[in-house]
Nanobody
């Protein structure tokens, strides 16, 4: 089990940028998969980006591909989500999640460890 703490959310105008951070603690991440999900009011939590901690391979949902970038700092045990060209429809609570499985999953129920979430609001 790992503990995750997100930060970096806020209010931004459409077209602006934010960078979210997720500090991970508790155990070596080794073969963990790390992912970012988001949940808008009244909607389900959905996968937007993920990466394999050791390999560095990345995956994106089509809704954010080309605008968002997931990355990591292995020395600081931190995962980032750089969000550019933000749109009002990106407004949601953003969550960091960790999963020790071999394969990256886009299904929230596959992840046992979650952060508390950080609010991102994009105004038009």
């Amino acid at each position: 089990q790992v503990q995750l703490a997100e930060s970096g959310g806020g209010l931004v105008q459409a077209g602006g940028s934010l960078r979210l951070s997720c500090v991970v603690s508790g155990r070596p991440l080794g073969n963990y998969n790390m992912a970012w999900f988001r949940q808008a009011p009244g909607l389900e939590r959905v996968f937007i980006a993920g990466m394999h901690w050791s390999a560095g391979s990345t995956y994106y949902d089509d809704s954010v591909k080309g605008r968002f970038t997931i990355s990591r700092d292995t020395a600081k045990n931190t995962v980032f989500l750089q969000m550019n060209n933000l749109k009002p429809e990106d407004t949601a609570v953003y969550y960091c999640a960790a999963d020790p499985s071999q394969y990256l999953s886009q299904t929230p129920s596959k992840y046992n460890d979650w952060g508390q979430g950080t609010q991102v609001t994009v105004s038009s």
